[in-house]
């Protein structure tokens, strides 16, 4: 069963940490073994030497060398048969401030997904490592107006908890978390809380499931048991629908021992086979739901 994956940090490794393509996580090999069918690769602002717009074209720059083809306009009618990737933004700083920089990123690359705020406080919000009780900032609200009207999704994984409700009542998109876990199991600021899993189910849009050790329980080696009382605590609450994986491979350092890179999928896919899951609840948790927030955000698009 093809997996589509809503995060990975590859580009940031090879593009800015000089890390060769074959010493990454994401490699052709890995994504073979995985049976991944979209891999969405983030931009990603972090804390750069030089400036988050620049390291974001340098990424981008990056991404026509993948070995895995970007699809940067219109998205196909259906899931693709061969191996494709899509372009994400973690942390809005790259766009500092201009609405002509995300412009200029989504007119050559179509992004999909923009989260706004990575770990460090931006012109358009408050992370949620800060803890603050502070909404969108001006910049913010017209960024999110300006990404509705081009069909990308709001990424609300970093977001703080005040910025993720005002994106909810804002955007006339389904609103994400592409790759987060739930709060109430590991209490984590990267986590949602359960009113936000509801939501997000509301908005019709979508949950990617963190690999992340410390998103999944507080301490201790992480299992596939572990990523799958994630699962099952976010399926109780009705997510069939917009439920799916953000891996966060080549971002993170702790892992489930069954899952240290895509080759891993399949295993967790047959666990939760084991588990119970029907055919049709798998194959939207690998593909269905984040490929149908996609296609959504696309045929949105107007201009």
């Not at 997000?200 to 990617?208: D, M, P, R, T, V």
């Not at 992480?222 to 629908?241: C, K, P, Q, W």
């Amino acid at each position: 069963m093809r997996i589509a994956d809503a995060h990975c940090d590859t580009l940031y490794e090879i593009a800015i940490k000089g890390t060769k393509p074959q010493d990454c996580v994401v490699t052709p090999e890995t994504i073979k073994q995985g049976d991944i069918g979209l891999q969405t690769f983030a931009l990603f602002a972090s804390r750069p030497q030089g400036t988050a717009y620049e390291n974001g074209r340098k990424m981008l720059r990056t991404s026509y060398d993948l070995p895995v083809p970007i699809l940067r306009g219109k998205l196909p009618d259906s899931f693709p048969t061969e191996t494709c990737g899509v372009i994400s933004c973690e942390g809005g700083e790259m766009f500092e401030g201009s609405l002509e920089h995300l412009r200029e990123f989504d007119d050559e690359t179509r992004l999909r997904m923009v989260a706004l705020t990575w770990n460090f406080e931006n012109e358009i919000a408050s992370p949620a490592k800060e803890g603050t009780d502070n909404k969108l900032k001006p910049f913010g609200r017209d960024l999110v107006r300006e990404m509705d009207r081009r069909g990308i999704l709001a990424d609300c994984s970093h977001l703080n908890d005040a910025g993720f409700y005002e994106v909810a009542e804002l955007s006339t998109l389904p609103i994400i978390a592409s790759h987060s876990d739930c709060r109430w199991l590991c209490n984590h600021f990267r986590n949602l809380t359960k009113d936000m899993v509801k939501v997000i189910i509301e908005k019709k849009g979508f949950i990617g499931i963190n690999f992340y050790g410390c998103f999944l329980k507080e301490s201790g080696q992480t299992t596939l048991d572990d990523v799958i009382r994630h699962v099952d605590e976010m399926m109780e609450l009705g997510a069939e629908d917009i439920l799916g994986f953000g891996s966060d491979f080549d971002g993170i350092d702790e892992w489930p021992v069954e899952l240290p890179d895509p080759s891993g999928f399949p295993a967790l896919l047959n666990a939760l086979k084991n588990r119970g899951y029907s055919d049709t609840q798998l194959e939207k948790m690998a593909h269905g739901n984040l490929w149908r927030v996609l296609k959504t955000a696309d045929n949105a698009r107007v201009i």
